[in-house]
């Protein structure tokens, strides 16, 4: 059985705001995306017949959540499998019907391994999915001579907008730009003389720049080439530790150590402190006060407000290690190196033989050391540097 579908692909296209992770890389027809198709196929592959069907659906999936929540687990198959653990797939346990992800067993050692992604709110899901529906309507502007960037700090109002009414402004607007006065202005001084535009619609209020392309690029490549990120504020220690937490006693006392797998969708690079905070506690400085009455600091200690330190303290203990990895994607597949995080207190420490980078807390010091990875991921899965060559296929054609 095959992930992807084996048919002639000729668009080259960009992937449209709305479109899924999976239905993307299906399509394309680069010869990155080949590489990777090949290489995903041949993990799925690996999988046992039962487990292809019931993971099928899944990386097919519209929904991106579900597509990388389902493509981790499959990493995390081909990662064991590769280390030559015996894998059992959602494994029995005694006094509970239900099922851990996986049980890896070596000569000397077994453990049980639970795969967990990070999700945001559903309020923020739905506007992700309203913007990337404004956006998909918006790159039926016509290829022009201009680029648009789109302020990442505009107002959203309580319905969709209508990105018929705002692709007709725009395309009035950029129609009325004079290309030739405002491309050497931008060539000598930059962003702060590109023209700009505010358009309200449904409560919305969106600041758009227009900015000139170069003359080799005119009438070719998308209008809608630029959109600046918006910015969220959030607590990661608190989002890991959420996580966590619903994982944590799921299956009661089991007879070999329990490791709880954390992917972190919404991080490219996830931050070691955060993640020390949200398992060993937060890191707090007293004050005193001096004789002038001025603060005076004093001792730096860990709160009890960490995954496995309480109160009480400890706790979590069925848990013998956290496995992190940041944002995992079909492209960087052979960049992204987890990072074991041990449990001091575990009632049944992870001896498991892993490949990654573990990290272990001393409670009497409050300090970590990290033991380097055996084996990066690119050796793991015998890649070769550079795999697989994204660097041509967002090129304008």
Known sequence: MK?????PRHDKAPAAHREGEYAFWNRHASEAAQRIREVLDSWFEALPEESQRELLHKLRSDDDGEFQASLWELYLHEVFRRRGFRVEIHPEVPDSTRRPDFRIRSEDEAAYIEATASTGPLEEKRADRVRADLYDGLEGLERGDFSLVIDPDFEEGPNAPSARRIREALESW????????????YEEEGFATVPTLDIQD?????TFHAIPKPAERRGRGRTLAVLAGRVTVSDPIQSIRRQLKGKAGRYGDLPAPFAIAFLDR?????????????LYGRTVQQFGRGPNGMPVPGDIYRARDGFWKGPPDPRNTRVSAIITAPNLRPHNLADVDPVVWHNPWAALPLDAPLPWAAVRFDPATGETTMTPATNSAHEVFELPPGWPGTEDMFKED
């Not at 992930?3 to 048919?7: G, N």
């Not at 950029?174 to 202005?185: F, M, Q, T």
């Not at 449904?202 to 969106?206: E, L, R, S, T, V």
């Open 3 to 7: 992930l992807f579908a084996e048919v």
């Open 174 to 185: 950029l129609a009325s730009l004079d290309w030739a006065a405002l491309r050497p202005a």
């Open 202 to 206: 449904n409560g919305w209020n969106i």
């Open 266 to 278: 919404n991080n490219d690079v996830l931050d070691g402190d955060d993640v020390v905070s949200a």
